[in-house]
Each structure stands twice: as structure tokens, then as C-alpha cells.
């Protein structure tokens, strides 16, 4: 069996990576260590960062973080992978609040379009929500 982690041996994630969508985490002293090493990594590697697409969250007013030398811009919020993040972490409220927008919107178009029990009858309908509603939410 293998052994408990205890809170001193666990690593501290400062990054969250899906192909070409990044975000860096960490405090701002970290954090201008954290750009550094991602100008390095990609002039070592031969590809670029796009300073326009980034975004510092949560950043003291009184610091400025920098990609390539060009200030980046400050925010309350922000989408990764298109979840919501606030200052707090993942914004669970926001999430709900628009996937339930979202799935009452696609329901109302199938319904609209005749996807209903009384257009193109119950099990079209219940597939139709399974392929297009439950996803959402």
C-alpha cells in the first residue's frame, strides 16, 4: 500500500496546460519568475507567446508583470478552457448561472423547431435533449 501524502511533500501547481491554452499561477513574486521562464521556454523552443491574448488576474495595483517587455493588462475575472475564475478560484456561481442560461436557451430552439413530445414525439425529444441540453449542464 502506498504511504498518506502529508501537506510537506505535496508539489504546489503553478500552471494549468491543455495544448495551446495556459495559465500561470502563483504569487507575484513568483508570478515574474513564472513569465520569465515562459519567454525562455519559448525562445528556446522557437514559438511565441501573444502578450495580447494574456491577461494578469488578481494582480496587486502597485505591480506591473511583463511578457516579451510589453505590459500585460489586469482583470477581475477570466474563462480557461471555458470555465469562470475570479479572484477566489473557479467561480462555481457564475458557471451554473450561465449553463443554465445556455441549456434553457438550446431547450427552447429544440422545442421551437418541433423537438417535443408532440412534434417529433418522446424518444427524438429525449435524444435530442441528451445530445444537445445534458452536455451543457
Known sequence: MGRAL????????NCFMYADDVALVGRPADMHLLLRAAELHSDLLGYRWNPAKCEVLNAPEDTEFYLYGKSLPTCNTFRYLGLPFSRKGFD??????QS??????VMRGLSNSGVHIYGFGLPAALRAYKIF???II
Do not use: E, G
Open 6 to 13: 502529508s501537506s510537506s511533500s505535496l508539489i504546489p501547481l
Open 92 to 97: 462555481q456561481d457564475v458557471h451554473l448561472r
Open 100 to 105: 443554465n442560461t445556455k441549456a434553457l436557451a
Open 133 to 135: 441540453v445534458r452536455p
